[in-house]
T-cell receptor
Framework: DGGITQSPKYLFRKEGQNVTLSCEQNLNHDAMYWYRQDPGQGLRLIYY???????QKGDIAEGYSVSREKKESFPLTVTSAQKNPTAFYLC???????????FGQGTRLTVV | GENVEQHPSTLSVQEGDSAVIKCTYSDSASNYFPWYKQELGKGPQLIIDIRSNVGEKKDQRIAVTLNKTAKHFSLHITETQPEDSAVYFC???WGGGADGLTFGKGTHLIIQP
């Protein structure tokens, strides 16, 4: 089955720690995205990548980093510089810019 | 850049009644308008989409209308059922938008039994 997989589903982070969220897709999509979702805020774009080894900052990139070493994978690292990291994180991919976005099931990150 | 406004933020309807969610967009270059349904704790899933060369599209109980002149589009759900309860997002996109779709802030639809 083709799809987009995020892991883990739940993640707990201590203050001052970096954590990495995984996103893998087997849809052969070039474009991949990371969104942050908070109650009442909709989907806010963190980073996006249109091609391997290239990525751009979205609207709320501060405190986050990404890599795109393989077409299938677009991991997101939440660094200790992100002051309010508790949120639901969604990864998505698209075949092209004006096509359906496929979402993963999300990772809920909580700072403890 | 594109800005998408979505209303209402919460909508409560009686089971069997219709529900309408409205969105406006700012960039006249946008030509792709999908709607997503998100159930609690899950990722959004596409339920219907429309491109700017058509004014209306239907799929069973769901329909979307687009008014390009006024830059607004709407989701219509008829004969609502309990399983329609979810958060719905509208979005807008265009071929040159490298940063992908721009999403509205979502509507929490509640179906009252």
């Amino acid at each position: 089955d083709g799809g987009i997989t995020q892991s883990p589903k739940y993640l707990f982070r201590k203050e001052g720690q970096n954590v990495t969220l995984s996103c893998e897709q087997n849809l052969n999509h070039d474009a991949m995205y990371w969104y942050r979702q908070d109650p009442g805020q909709g989907l806010r774009l963190i980073y996006y990548s249109q091609i391997v080894n290239d990525f751009q900052k979205g609207d709320i990139a501060e405190g986050y980093s990404v890599s795109r070493e393989k077409k299938e994978s677009f991991p997101l690292t939440v660094t200790s510089a992100q002051k309010n990291p508790t949120a639901f994180y969604l990864c998505a991919s698209q075949l092209g810019m004006n096509t359906e976005a496929f979402f993963g099931q999300g990772t809920r990150l909580t700072v403890v | 850049g594109e800005n998408v406004e979505q209303h209402p933020s919460t909508l409560s309807v009686q089971e069997g009644d219709s529900a309408v969610i409205k969105c406006t967009y700012s960039d006249s270059a946008s030509n792709y308008f999908p709607w997503y349904k998100q159930e609690l704790g899950k990722g959004p899933q596409l339920i219907i989409d429309i491109r700017s060369n058509v004014g209306e599209k239907k799929d069973q109980r769901i329909a979307v209308t687009l008014n390009k002149t006024a830059k607004h589009f709407s989701l219509h759900i008829t004969e609502t059922q309990p399983e329609d309860s979810a958060v719905y997002f509208c979005a807008a996109g265009w071929g040159g938008g490298a940063d992908g779709l721009t999403f509205g802030k979502g509507t929490h639809l509640i179906i009252q039994p």
